[in-house]
């Protein structure tokens, strides 16, 4: 008996432990949200004047996903303190249920990540695509301004056209409008975002791990408070019947 209390109580303090992690794993998520929500490349392509603009709609998603991501983090984190703390077997559960949501929806998002890990660069370079030839073929009035925007925010200018030489865009705007520079922007845009999902990566890889090992936590304890209350109760019982 003794060496199951020992048991619980170690599992007690790696959960408070693991709690501690998770809501620090909630704050992490809040701020790449909000740092991808706010980041001016994105917003500088999500801002062109295109009617069926792919980047504003993974720009939304991308701010309700964070928000409701951290938000459960958050939820878990102080339900199994407050579970643990005062051996609630209804919050225990709660926080495995929030455990286990996290969980899937990080594996779902390794799963897009895997699968369709292009869809947004394609999107920026589609809306990028279309910005550049409309100036090129001088059929939009603001499209210039937009371009230069993007080619300011992103230090880039142009794009190589295979068994072309350079555009009007290239020969005027690279040497008046952006100091100079010969970035290709297809390859700034494929840089910029590789670099952006790796962190993104690194987030879900963790968070999955964590989570896997709340679960665990949260379970085992979860198991032992129901069978706590069941002893106590028949121990009660047993005694009344005395």
């Known amino acids: 008996m003794g060496q199951k ?19 620090l794993l909630g704050l992490s998520a809040a701020i790449l949200t909000i ?34 991501l951290s938000s459960i983090l958050v939820i878990a984190a102080i339900l199994s303190v407050v579970a643990t703390w005062r051996d609630l077997e209804s919050a225990m559960a709660v926080g495995f249920l929030c455990f286990a949501v996290v969980f899937l929806a990080s594996v779902q998002a390794a799963y ?7 869809e947004a660069e394609d999107a920026m370079m589609d809306v990028y695509d279309f910005v550049y030839e409309a100036v090129r073929s001088n059929s939009s009035s603001n499209g210039r301004q937009e371009l230069l925007t993007i080619h300011k925010t992103f230090l880039c200018c142009g794009k ?7 555009s009007h865009i290239e ?15 297809l ?18 890889i963790i968070t999955t791990i964590i989570m896997v090992y709340g679960m665990i936590l949260t379970s085992f304890l979860c198991f032992s ?18």
């Not at 007690?12 to 432990?17: A, E, G, S």
């Not at 190589?160 to 350079?166: C, D, N, Q, R, V």
């Not at 409008?177 to 970035?183: H, I, R, S, V």
Request: with cysteine.
């Open 5 to 23: 209390c020992c048991w619980v109580q170690a599992t007690k303090c790696q959960l408070l432990v693991a709690s501690l992690f998770v809501m």
């Open 35 to 68: 740092i991808t929500y706010y980041e001016k490349r994105f917003i500088v392509i999500n801002e062109v004047s295109l009617e069926a603009n792919p980047i504003r709609t993974f720009h939304s998603l991308v701010l309700y996903a964070g928000i409701c």
């Open 112 to 118: 897009w990540t895997i699968t369709r890990n292009t």
């Open 160 to 166: 190589k056209l295979p068994f072309e030489e350079a």
């Open 171 to 185: 020969n005027e705007m690279c040497q008046l409008e952006t100091m100079g520079t010969k970035e290709d922007c």
């Open 187 to 204: 390859q700034e845009i494929h840089n910029f975002l590789k670099k952006h999902m790796s962190y993104v990566s690194i987030l879900m």
């Open 225 to 242: 408070i129901h069978f706590k209350s069941s002893l106590d109760r028949k121990d009660k019982y047993v005694l009344a019947g005395r």
